[in-house]
């Protein structure tokens, strides 16, 4: 059967999700320019998904509002499964995706690593450490919650490795950098494959 050409149709999702805890508003575009409008209530969470959307290139509106009083776990949370769904949603049936990315993300003297399969089967593997509670005001154990909670929201396989490094700062940027430059070249168009789905299961997931 001969593989048709990519559509130019759009490739956005929005999500709106509204809890006792949450008030989230979000809307993605993969095929964007990396433009941003974030505000979550915890800055250095805003500056890492400014940092997602610039080097991902994909636009990211994201307005959350939470019960930051009580702590900053239901923001975090509910804001990365709100993007991983919108994310999910742009992509549709996934047809003619790269599918795979990986990166390695230097920042001075921390160097990290990533790899991902969107592949419909949500797993993370993360080996990372932090030495600080708290970069700014966010709490660095929930780092990896939400990755953890992209990737089980967006349907992504996803492994995230510390080589090494020393500043937390670097260490987290590092991360989230890696893990936009992998996301783009995963969601990104294949010519080639036109609108084949990339599996030989003709779908993803399951």
């Given amino acids: 059967m001969p593989i048709t050409p990519a559509q130019t149709y ?3 999702g929005s999500v709106e999700r509204n809890t006792t805890e949450t008030s989230i508003a979000i809307s993605v575009d993969l095929d964007g ?19 997602f959307s610039r080097h991902s290139l994909i636009d990211v509106t994201m307005k959350v509002k939470g019960d930051l009083h009580v702590d900053q776990h239901h923001t975090t949370e509910d804001s990365a499964i709100a993007l991983g769904q919108a994310i999910a949603q742009a992509l549709g049936d996934k047809a003619g995706i790269g599918r795979y990315g990986a990166a390695y993300s230097p920042m001075d003297e921390t160097l990290s690593r990533v790899a991902l399969d969107i592949s419909g089967r949500p797993y993370l593997v993360w ?10 005001e966010w709490d660095t ?16 396989t ?10 937390n700062h670097h260490i987290c940027e ?4 890696g893990f936009a430059r992998a996301m783009r070249q ?20 399951g």
Avoid at 37 to 50: A, K, N, P, Y
Avoid at 127 to 136: D, H, I, P, R
Avoid at 141 to 156: D, P, R, T
Avoid at 174 to 177: D, Q, T, V
């Fill in 141 to 156: 154990e929930l780092i990896e919650h939400w990755f953890h909670s992209v990737s089980q929201s967006a349907g992504i």
């Fill in 10 to 12: 759009p490739r956005t």
């Fill in 127 to 136: 080996k990372a450490k932090f030495t600080q509670e708290k970069l700014g």
């Fill in 33 to 51: 320019t990396g433009a941003y409008d974030v505000s979550t209530g915890i800055g250095f969470l805003d500056h890492m998904v400014e940092q």
């Fill in 158 to 167: 996803l492994h995230m490795e510390l080589l090494y490094g020393t500043n």
């Fill in 186 to 205: 995963a969601v990104e168009r294949d010519p080639r494959k036109g609108e084949a789905v990339p599996s030989t299961k003709g779908q993803l997931g």
């Fill in 174 to 177: 590092s991360l989230y950098k």
